[in-house]
Nanobody, 123 residues
């Protein structure tokens, strides 16, 4: 398995931006889809964005389409989530995760998870 560590979360005003980073170690991320998920307090975790291993394919949940951008640098074993025009409803703990395949939107296919980073958007 790969070890993942998120960073970049924090408190931001509505309309602001944050960039989350996910650093991987233990094995290369090349060949595996990477996803960003978020979990609201007391709620189930939901998928936010996914990138295929070669960034040729991406997915965004409707609520972040046009505001968030997922990217990766396979050479540095890093994945990023650029978040813009943030809204209070984006407040959650954000997790990056590595899948077992080159592409998946199913949480069950992700077997390595970071510890999460808190994003709080004030109104």
């Amino acid at each position: 398995q790969v070890q993942l560590v998120e960073s970049g979360g924090g408190l931001v005003q509505a309309g602001g931006s944050l960039r989350l980073s996910c650093a991987a170690s233990g094995r290369t991320l090349t060949g595996y889809a990477i996803g960003w998920f978020r979990q609201y307090a007391g709620k189930e975790r939901e998928i936010v964005a996914v990138t295929s291993w070669n960034t040729g394919r991406t997915y965004y949940v409707d609520s972040v389409q046009g505001r968030f951008t997922i990217s990766r640098d396979n050479g540095k074993n890093m994945v990023y989530l650029q978040m813009s025009s943030l809204k209070p409803e984006d407040t959650a703990v954000y997790y990056c995760a590595s899948s077992r395949s080159w592409w998946s939107r199913a949480e069950a296919d992700y077997d390595s998870w970071g510890q999460g980073t808190q994003v709080t958007v004030s109104s």
